[in-house]
């Protein structure tokens, strides 16, 4: 009884406080890993996950952590594994993506896919995206595997294929069909990042929502005939009066929890003029909040974005000989709603603004990714939270992404997630070495903290309490 009673306090001792990693270790093991996985060709199109697939799945099944392929095309297999944990908690579900977008080798100094270390970074496609996130979620787990210490909730990691476009094959195939083996209550992805400039963090940003990508179709119609006799009802000039005045007109601005947090946050880290823009930008004294998103519009495009449903008019087709009248003429626009917007009322709006009997205004197709919202409020934000001070010793920045990611098929199913991801340095960017750009690098010391932050904050949210 004594003895047990003894083992208990251990275990219970243990449960609080479970012994580090050995980190120099980890590191090397954490390089070792990510150099394999970004050996891997996985470019999207055409695709070709499975070698990566194949390697996760050893690694994990190696060391003892089940993991399951689900493939809706046999090359292109997701790998989901899971640690148990008592079930007191609902899961976390740690997402990345294996696939890559594609290169083009003439452009890289180093091999596209040699994961060559040089000065401190390592080269390669997927660097940055994604397969930075898929390492950090591989050593977490492997982590935690064996510190075997009791969980409250289950982890699970999905790595997914075909996030580069494909995501048929990927989160839809996923969230679709085999939603029961990732449902979680949280989950974490990529979609953050920290922003470092000479070397030091200046704030890390936390992926907390995203708008939804719409597109309008605007089609005008007139009467066709002879170019040397102008008619009033010439479809290209109606259109182009009709994009004038969507472009001219800017829906307003309309600040949520993330947003408003944002640029509160960003505010507390600015020159006293961007300070009091950013400021200004969310008040509810629209003649202040004009003049603000005056300047954002010219100079902070992103930020302007962000305060609102945007419209980019990116395509415009009409007319096929220079002495022809066309009858039609059409143009696509970009929308990109706030994630609580009514599109039906929304597009009401623009045919309001546009008040021309001509031009027929209609949503068009586009691979809709669903909305949903994330809360900040939360368990999981306060752990992320608490670990960008301890690791970076600096500011998070609740993000709202203009663009979208595989979050949004689970946010609409109601899980809450949070895109994070390595320091990078702003500088890199315009040099060509950042996602989707020309080349493709990361800090080797960035990855390894982020690692570190990343098992980190699962810990704290998995760890019996
Ligand atoms: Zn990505």
């Given at each position: 009884m004594a003895l047990l009673l003894m083992v208990t306090a251990v275990t219970t001792l243990t449960a609080q406080t479970p012994a580090q990693p050995d980190w120099t270790k980890i590191d090397e093991e954490t390089m070792q890993h990510f150099q394999a996985l970004l050996?891997?060709?996985?470019?999207?199109?055409?695709?070709?996950?499975k070698p990566a697939a194949d390697y996760l799945k050893q690694v994990l099944d190696k060391a003892g952590i089940p993991a399951q392929l689900f493939a809706l095309e046999p090359n292109r297999p997701n790998v989901v594994a899971r640690l148990k944990g008592s079930g007191s908690k609902r899961p976390l579900l740690l997402m990345a993506h294996t696939d890559t977008v594609n290169v083009d080798p003439k452009k890289w100094t180093h091999p596209p896919f040699s994961a060559t270390r040089d000065g401190g970074y390592v080269y390669s496609r997927g660097t940055v995206d994604d397969k930075d996130n898929v390492v950090a979620t591989l050593m977490t787990l492997l982590m935690i595997k064996r510190q075997n210490v009791p969980l409250d909730r289950d982890v699970i990691a999905l790595f997914e294929a075909g996030e580069e476009g494909t995501t048929r094959v990927g989160i839809q195939f996923m969230a679709n069909q085999h939603f029961a083996d990732i449902d979680a209550e949280y989950c974490l992805a990529e979609g953050g990042n920290g922003s470092r400039e000479g070397g030091q963090v200046k704030f890390i940003s936390v992926q907390t929502l995203e708008k939804i990508p719409r597109a309008i179709s605007m089609t005008a119609r007139g009467v066709a005939g002879h170019g040397s006799v102008p008619l009033q009802t010439n479809s290209i000039v109606h259109l182009a009066d009709a994009v004038a005045k969507v472009a001219k007109w800017q829906p307003p601005i309309r600040p949520n929890e993330t947003t408003a947090a944002y640029f509160k946050r960003l505010a507390s880290i600015s020159t006293p003029e961007q300070a009091e823009r950013y400021r200004n930008a969310l008040s509810p004294d629209s003649k202040v909040s004009a003049a603000a998103d005056e300047y954002l519009r010219a100079n902070e495009p992103r930020h302007a974005s962000m305060l609102r449903t945007s419209i980019s008019p990116n395509m415009f087709t009409g007319g096929y000989r220079v002495n022809v009248i066309p009858s039609e003429a059409t143009a696509t626009l970009d929308v990109r709603t706030l994630p609580d917007e009514d599109p039906a009322k929304f597009l009401e709006e623009v045919q309001r603004v546009v008040n021309d009997p001509s031009v027929e205004i209609k949503y068009t197709a586009r691979d809709v990714r669903p909305g949903g919202t994330t809360r900040l409020n939360t368990e999981a934000f306060e752990a992320i939270e608490a670990n960008v001070t301890k690791h970076y010793k600096t500011i998070t920045l609740p993000t709202m992404s203009t663009g979208a990611t595989d979050m949004a098929y689970l946010r609409a199913k109601g899980i809450q997630c949070y895109g994070i991801g390595p320091a990078m340095d702003v500088e890199d960017g315009p040099k060509g070495f950042g996602a989707h750009s020309d080349q493709e690098r990361i800090l080797e010391s960035e990855l390894y903290r982020f690692v570190r932050f990343n098992y980190d904050v699962v810990m704290d949210l998995v760890r019996k309490k």
């Open positions: 050996r891997f060709d996985t470019t999207d199109p055409p695709g070709g996950e």
